[in-house]
T-cell receptor, first 111, second 110 residues
Framework: DAGVTQSPTHLIKTRGQQVTLRCSPK?????VSWYQQALGQGPQFIFQ???????QRGNFPDRFSGHQFPNYSSELNVNALLLGDSALYLC??????????FGSGTRLTVV | RKEVEQDPGPFNVPEGATVAFNCTYS??????FFWYRQDCRKEPKLLMS???SGNEDGRFTAQLNRASQYISLLIRDSKLSDSATYLC???????????FGTGTRLQVFP
């Protein structure tokens, strides 16, 4: 039984570019949440998707957007990248209010 | 004020020592509480949930004081393998949203 799968594992982008990160949830999970973890900080909630809709959103600008597909997989898109967007992006899947399972993350470096 | 506050450490302790981490949270309506462990450059992994009655899992004991909005984690007989960052996590009331503290780094030395 695969856990949460994220791709790519590492990525280097230039300021102003756009990036798409992908997440496949754990089998049986229907909810996907995205977190941003800057160096030396705890993960910060970006948003959560359930039934292909954004259900909750954290304090992130509109440059951060997402999508959930019918198979529950999800994408995180970031436009107009800034140096400050460099971080580990974590995807977590869950079922209703059940426990979270985190993926190993995508490490994004913006230069 | 941060929603979840932790001492960032680092805590440097010898093998066999007992170490305690503390955490406070600001939202009195918070419902669920956890400690996660995160190894360097890895994802966070659930260490244990925290209940008002206190709970123990081997060498690890977690306590919750709702009145003081305070959570603790006690590690007894520290092992080298316990070296990691320990994240205090609170579930925002009536949501699935997890609020993480900054994390407390533990380094256990021989």
């Amino acid at each position: 039984d695969a856990g949460v799968t994220q791709s790519p594992t590492h990525l280097i982008k230039t300021r102003g570019q756009q990036v798409t990160l992908r997440c496949s949830p754990k089998s049986g999970h229907d909810t996907v949440s995205w977190y941003q973890q800057a160096l030396g900080q705890g993960p910060q909630f970006i948003f959560q998707y359930y039934e292909e809709e954004e259900r909750q959103r954290g304090n992130f600008p509109d440059r951060f957007s997402g999508h959930q597909f019918p198979n529950y997989s999800s994408e995180l898109n970031v436009n107009a990248l800034l140096l400050g967007d460099s971080a580990l992006y974590l995807c977590a899947s869950s079922l209703a209010l059940g426990g979270y399972t985190f993926g190993s993350g995508t490490r994004l470096t913006v230069v | 004020r941060k929603e979840v506050e932790q001492d960032p450490g680092p805590f440097n302790v010898p093998e066999g020592a007992t170490v305690a981490f503390n955490c406070t949270y600001s939202n009195s309506a918070s419902q669920s509480f956890f400690w996660y462990r995160q190894d360097c450059r890895k994802e966070p992994k659930l260490l244990m949930s925290v209940y008002s009655s206190g709970n123990e899992d081997g060498r690890f004991t977690a306590q919750l004081n709702r009145a003081s909005q305070y959570i603790s984690l006690l590690i007894r007989d520290s092992k080298l393998s316990d070296s990691a960052t320990y994240l205090c996590v609170v579930n925002q009331a009536n949501t699935d949203k997890l609020i993480f503290g900054t994390g407390t780094r533990l380094q256990v030395f021989p």
